[in-house]
């Protein structure tokens, strides 16, 4: 069963954007084992905090949001807090592409689909299931350690619509760190991605994944 449903990730990937099913493809660790013990230690991730700008003023998120409901990368790597999801589309810093999209997304009645907190071609992570509570937007490639952010084991839903599939098009996969000799968990979320609830997700020797993912992984192709 597991190969083959790495064969239908493999064949999702393959395919045209539209291929890609909503709900995500697993993703096991590289050096996954048959079987793994029920007893698990999360491991002690070290945390270089992630300092915001928000109201002008510097924020560390590793200890606290403080009034912030929202925060979003930049191009340039800086990361922006809000009160109110309405400023970041005026934030200058956003690229002027992904503003006119989502603007234009949000008047559109075909796209209405779309939770109005998330931004085009930025995948959305939302603290609270169906696209509810703080959110983090994160655009770049890489790993995002979500003790920096002060969102580890907070994560309850994800959103990823692509409006620039040339040059967003690629996946993630949110990643639950174990101690040795247990591995990590890792699990492939496709594009576009509408994950409402994470609990919805069966996580090894049960469970699920909600307020589980330690690191999620950005992968552009």
Same mark, same amino acid.
Do not use: Q
């Given at each position: 069963?597991?190969?083959?449903?790495?064969?239908?990730?493999?064949?999702? !990937?393959?395919?045209?954007?539209?291929?890609?099913?909503?709900?995500?493809?697993?993703?096991?660790?590289?050096?996954?084992?048959?079987?793994?013990?029920?007893?698990?230690?999360?491991?002690?991730?070290?945390?270089?905090?992630?300092?915001?700008?928000?109201?002008? =003023?510097?924020?560390?998120?590793?200890?606290?949001?403080?009034?912030?409901?929202?925060?979003?990368?930049?191009?340039?790597?800086?990361?922006?807090?809000? +009160?109110?999801?309405?400023?970041?589309?005026?934030?200058?810093?956003?690229?002027?592409?992904?503003?006119?999209?989502?603007?234009?997304?949000?008047?559109?009645?075909?796209?209405?689909?779309?939770?109005?907190?998330?931004?085009? +071609?930025?995948?959305?992570?939302?603290?609270?299931?169906?696209? &509810?509570?703080?959110? !983090? /937007?994160?655009?770049?490639?890489?790993? &995002?350690?979500?003790?920096?952010?002060?969102? =580890?084991?907070?994560?309850?839903?994800?959103?990823?619509?692509?409006?620039?599939?040339?040059?967003?098009?690629?996946?993630? =996969?949110? %990643?639950?760190? =174990?101690?040795?000799?247990?591995? +990590?968990?890792? /699990? /492939? %979320?496709?594009?576009?991605?509408?994950?409402?609830?994470?609990?919805?997700?069966?996580?090894?020797?049960?469970?699920?994944?909600? +307020?589980?993912?330690?690191?999620?992984?950005?992968?552009?192709?």
């Amino acid at each position: 069963m597991i190969l083959a449903g790495a064969a239908t990730g493999t064949l999702l !990937l393959a395919g045209s954007p539209a291929a890609h099913a909503d709900e995500p493809t697993p993703e096991p660790s590289a050096t996954a084992p048959t079987e793994l013990p029920e007893e698990e230690t999360p491991v002690e991730l070290p945390v270089n905090p992630v300092i915001a700008e928000y109201n002008g =003023r510097k924020i560390n998120l590793a200890e606290s949001w403080e009034g912030a409901t929202s925060c979003t990368e930049m191009p340039s790597g800086e990361v922006h807090c809000y +009160d109110s999801d309405e400023e970041v589309v005026t934030d200058p810093e956003l690229p002027v592409e992904t503003r006119k999209a989502t603007i234009e997304g949000a008047r559109d009645s075909a796209a209405a689909a779309h939770p109005s907190r998330c931004l085009a +071609d930025y995948w959305c992570l939302y603290m609270d299931a169906e696209y &509810k509570g703080k959110i !983090l /937007r994160f655009s770049s490639d890489g790993g &995002k350690n979500l003790g920096d952010y002060g969102c =580890r084991d907070k994560l309850s839903s994800v959103y990823y619509w692509v409006h620039r599939w040339t040059i967003n098009y690629g996946d993630a =996969r949110i %990643i639950d760190r =174990r101690s040795w000799p247990v591995n +990590d968990r890792v /699990r /492939r %979320i496709g594009a576009p991605a509408h994950v409402s609830h994470l609990s919805s997700l069966g996580y090894p020797n049960g469970g699920n994944w909600n +307020d589980k993912t330690d690191v999620f992984d950005v992968r552009r192709a």
